[in-house]
């Protein structure tokens, strides 16, 4: 007689947990990508660290 091997629900969740993680990871990679960008386009356009600051 065969043994019957446990269900996996704990390894296919934690799987699904990484895939879950690695996809918010990306994202937020690319997020975070975009904004550097978008600072330096400013930097160049010579609106630096000011842009959006009041003085006084």
Excluded: I, Y
Excluded at 8 to 30: I, V, Y
């Amino acid at each position: 007689m065969a043994e019957k091997t446990p269900p996996r629900k704990a390894s296919d969740a934690a799987e699904a947990k990484a895939l879950r993680l690695k996809a918010a990871l990306k994202a937020n990679l690319a997020r975070r990508k975009a904004q550097a960008r978008a600072r330096g386009a400013g930097q160049a356009n010579g609106q630096g660290d000011q842009a959006g600051k009041r003085e006084g």
